[in-house]
């Protein structure tokens, strides 16, 4: 791997940046400065379908204030997402790769926190999170921002609307006709699919009930005004993960799908950063009562 020196979206302090190659998506390590021990938490940062590094900057800035690693994944192909199966192989694959880059780097006996977005990011929170329980890692919490979303053809469409609209300037009418195509040819892949005996619905409601269901504490941020990921399912998540963990919440009740952030920038950094504190003083706190107990 190669290492690149630089400043991080404007910030006062410089880092180590480190490129990984995965099959389709922009990921890179970031490191703090000073010293990087297996107390330095590793931090996963998942973006939304179509993120772009640059815009997961500021949400790295975050956790790299904290002293913390953070490896950065977003998947900038428009819709690509929308493409992929809930059980992909693929999706095994970058778990795995991600895995490994972590060992090359001997952040094997690091703390573990997650920090993903939307339907894509679950997904492969999900995926990564089975993976590094097979390993026995030590996973102490997750931040769940706009997600996740039980299967809808209606939402994938409202998702997929948006994209487009972010990153084409083109009228919404002549972007609503394209993407009612591109859906009916969606639904026509799917239910091809299904014939098949393949049941999308049933996939993704295996992976969110996999997903919620983790050991470790979660912190769920959505927002009632969330056309894409519905409040309403966020909530089902949310009494689903308490059978197993503990769980925070908070409703930002006007913000946009993934726009909490922008939107109240403040009380945004105050839920993540009061969280990410205790989960941290929790898994140090149960190290401390091991090693006495080992003594």
């Keep these: 791997m190669i290492f690149l020196y630089g400043l991080l979206n404007d910030a006062s302090t410089s880092t180590n940046n480190a490129e990984i ?41 975050v956790y790299l204030q904290k002293q913390c690693i953070i490896i950065t994944q977003s998947q900038q192909a428009p819709g690509q997402h929308l ?45 990564l999170g089975k993976t590094l329980m097979e390993q026995n890692r030590k996973i102490v919490g997750a931040v769940l921002d706009s997600c996740p979303a039980w299967f809808n053809f209606e939402r994938i469409m409202d998702a997929f ?15 609503y006709c394209f993407v009612r195509v591109v859906m009916y040819v969606y639904k026509l892949y799917w239910r091809i699919l299904y014939l ?26 959505y927002s009632d005004s969330d056309t894409v990921i519905p409040s309403a399912s966020v909530k089902a998540s949310i009494e689903q993960a308490k059978v197993t963990s503990a ?11 993934v726009q909490h952030f922008r939107d109240f920038p403040e009380r945004y950094l105050q839920e993540c ?15 401390k009562t091991i090693q006495q107990c080992k003594l």
């Design 21 to 61: 190659k995965t099959n389709s998506l922009s990921q890179e390590v970031t490191f703090p400065e000073g010293e990087i021990n297996d107390k330095t938490p590793v931090v996963f940062l998942v973006g939304w379908g179509g993120s772009t590094l640059k815009q997961l900057a500021k949400y790295r800035e």
């Design 273 to 287: 950063t009061t969280f990410f504190d205790s989960c941290l003083e929790k898994h140090f706190d149960s190290e």
């Design 247 to 257: 769980v925070r919440s908070h409703n930002f009740l006007s913000s946009l799908h």
């Design 196 to 221: 098949t005996g393949y049941s999308v619905a049933e996939k993704n409601r295996e992976a969110i009930t996999d997903g919620n269901k983790f050991p470790w504490p979660k912190l769920y941020l």
């Design 161 to 175: 609307f948006e994209l487009l609209r972010a990153k084409i300037p083109l009228p919404r009418s002549v972007l």
């Design 83 to 127: 493409l992929e199966l809930p059980d992909a192989p693929v999706k095994q694959t970058r778990s795995y790769e991600l895995v490994r880059h972590m060992a090359e780097n001997k952040l094997t006996n690091n703390p573990i926190f997650f920090h993903v977005m939307s339907n894509t990011g679950f997904h492969q929170y999900r995926n």
